[in-house]
C-alpha cells in the first residue's frame, strides 16, 4: 500500500512542481515570541497528488500550528524541523488515504445521499451551539482553531461520507462465527477474564512510640481482639484506636488482591482467615496489627456466555480493519498517487 514517490518534483503528465523547501524556523518568524495555540504561517507546498487532487502542506499541517508554534520554542532548529517531518510523514499517509476514499465517496453518493449527510452535519451543528454558549461562543471556538463554519461543515460532511462509504463497502463482508468468537475468548481468557480473588480489608495499625514498650503495644492490641471477636464494631474500635491512614474510614482499605498489602503477615491473613474473622496480632518492626476479613470475592473466570457479544464486537472489529487495509490497497492500486517526500 505504497504510493509513488515523485521522482524530482515533477508530477503527472510533466507539470512543474513546488520547489522541496523544509520547514524551518526561518519560514515560521517571531520564534521567540510565539505562544502555544497562535496562528503560525506554514511555508506551503505540494506534497503530494491524488488523482487530480493535490495535497500541500498547509493539508497536512494545519492542525498543528499550536504544537509547531511549542516545539519551535523548545527545539533547536535540526530537531525542530526532523520532529514536524516525522509528523508531516504520519499525517500525509492518513490525508491520502482519506482522499481516496473520499473520491470513491463521490462518484458512489448520489444528490439524495449528500442532501442527507448535509442535514446530519446542521444536526450536529445544533448539537454543538447548544453544547456551548451559543453560536457566537462556538464561532470563536472554530476561529481560535484557525477554522470557519465553512471550513467546519466541509470537513462534517466528508467525514460522513467516509464513514458511510465504509459501512456499505466494508460490514456487508463481516461474518464472525460461534468458533470466532470462541477462539477469542480462549486468546485473551486468561488475561481478560481470569479475575482473581479479592478480599476486604479492615485494620487496625498500633505503633511502638505511642506505648512503653512492645509487651504493651501487643496487650493493647489482644485486647482489642477481644473486644472485636466479642462483637463489638471493629470499625469503631479502628476509628477510636487506629494510627492506620484509613483509621477516619474505619480501617477499611476495601477490596484487595493477594499480595497488594506491603506487610505479608496482613497480606497472609487477609486471605486465610474466614470472613469476619479477626486476627491474631501481627507484629512488624515498630508495628501491630490487626485484621479483620470483611468479605472475600474467590478467583473466578468469567465464562464465554457472559462475554459471548463482548467477544465478538472483538472479532468484528478486528475483520473490519484488516478489509478496511485491503480495501485501501485496492484504491491506491487503481489510483495514481504521487508524493514529494522532498517538499515534506
Known amino acids: 500500500m505504497q504510493p509513488v514517490p515523485a521522482e524530482g518534483t515533477s508530477g503527472a503528465a510533466g507539470e512543474s512542481q513546488p520547489a522541496a523547501t523544509?520547514?524551518?524556523?526561518?519560514?515560521?518568524?517571531?520564534?521567540?515570541?510565539?505562544?502555544?495555540?497562535?496562528?503560525?504561517?506554514?511555508?506551503?507546498?505540494?506534497?503530494?497528488?491524488?488523482?487530480?487532487?493535490?495535497?500541500?502542506?498547509?493539508?497536512v499541517l494545519r492542525d498543528l500550528r499550536g504544537d509547531l508554534a511549542h516545539w519551535q520554542e523548545t527545539m533547536t532548529a535540526e530537531a525542530f524541523e526532523a520532529r514536524v517531518r516525522e509528523e508531516a510523514a504520519q499525517r500525509l499517509r492518513a490525508e491520502i488515504e482519506r482522499r481516496l476514499v473520499l473520491q470513491?465517496?463521490?462518484?458512489?453518493?448520489?444528490?439524495?445521499?449528500?442532501?442527507y449527510l448535509d442535514e446530519e452535519v446542521t444536526k450536529e451543528r445544533a448539537r454543538h451551539i447548544a453544547a456551548g454558549t451559543g453560536l457566537a461562543a462556538w464561532l470563536a471556538a472554530l476561529e481560535a482553531q484557525g477554522l470557519t463554519?465553512?471550513?467546519?461543515?466541509?470537513?462534517?460532511?466528508?467525514?460522513?461520507?467516509?464513514?458511510?462509504?465504509?459501512?456499505?463497502?466494508?460490514?456487508?463482508?463481516?461474518?464472525?462465527?460461534?468458533?470466532?468468537?470462541?477462539?477469542?475468548?480462549?486468546?485473551?481468557?486468561?488475561?481478560?477474564?481470569?479475575?482473581?480473588?479479592?478480599?476486604?480489608?479492615?485494620?487496625?495499625?498500633l505503633r511502638l512510640e505511642d506505648h512503653s514498650d512492645m509487651a504493651g503495644m501487643q496487650a493493647v492490641a489482644r485486647s482489642l481482639?477481644?473486644?472485636?471477636?466479642?462483637?463489638?464494631?471493629?470499625?469503631?474500635?479502628?476509628?477510636?484506636?487506629?494510627?492506620?491512614?484509613k483509621a477516619p474510614e474505619g480501617g477499611d482499605w476495601g477490596f484487595l488482591q493477594k499480595g497488594s498489602f506491603r506487610v505479608e503477615g496482613?497480606?497472609?491473613?487477609?486471605?486465610?482467615?474466614?470472613?469476619?474473622?479477626?486476627?491474631?496480632?501481627?507484629?512488624?518492626?515498630?508495628?501491630?496489627?490487626?485484621?479483620?476479613?470483611?468479605?472475600?470475592v474467590e478467583a473466578r473466570t468469567i465464562p464465554f456466555t457472559e462475554v459471548q457479544d463482548e467477544c465478538r464486537e472483538a472479532v468484528h472489529?478486528?475483520?473490519?480493519?484488516?478489509?478496511?487495509?485491503?480495501?485501501?490497497?485496492?484504491?491506491?492500486?487503481?489510483?495514481?498517487?504521487?508524493?514529494?517526500?522532498?517538499?515534506?
Request: proline letters at 3%; hydrophobic letters at 40%.
Open 22 to 59: 523544509s520547514v524551518t524556523k526561518a519560514e515560521l518568524p517571531g520564534s521567540t515570541r510565539r505562544q502555544r495555540g497562535q496562528q503560525l504561517r506554514i511555508a506551503n507546498a505540494m506534497v503530494a497528488r491524488v488523482n487530480e487532487e493535490v495535497v500541500t502542506r498547509e493539508d
Open 225 to 245: 481482639i477481644a473486644r472485636a471477636r466479642g462483637g463489638q464494631d471493629f470499625g469503631q474500635l479502628a476509628k477510636q484506636f487506629s494510627k492506620d491512614v
Open 266 to 296: 496482613v497480606d497472609e491473613a487477609l486471605f486465610t482467615l474466614p470472613v469476619g474473622g479477626v486476627s491474631d496480632p501481627i507484629v512488624d518492626g515498630s508495628a501491630a496489627y490487626v485484621v479483620r476479613v470483611a468479605e472475600r
Open 104 to 115: 470513491e465517496a463521490r462518484k458512489r453518493f448520489n444528490e439524495e445521499q449528500v442532501k
Open 149 to 205: 463554519e465553512e471550513i467546519w461543515r466541509k470537513s462534517q460532511t466528508e467525514l460522513l461520507m467516509i464513514q458511510a462509504l465504509l459501512k456499505q463497502v466494508i460490514e456487508p463482508q463481516i461474518a464472525v462465527t460461534q468458533d470466532e468468537m470462541l477462539a477469542e475468548y480462549e486468546r485473551v481468557k486468561n488475561k481478560k477474564y481470569a479475575l482473581p480473588g479479592r478480599a476486604r480489608l479492615q485494620l487496625i495499625k
Open 317 to 344: 472489529t478486528a475483520k473490519r480493519g484488516k478489509l478496511i487495509v485491503d480495501y485501501l490497497d485496492q484504491l491506491y492500486k487503481k489510483s495514481r498517487v504521487e508524493v514529494y517526500e522532498g517538499n515534506l
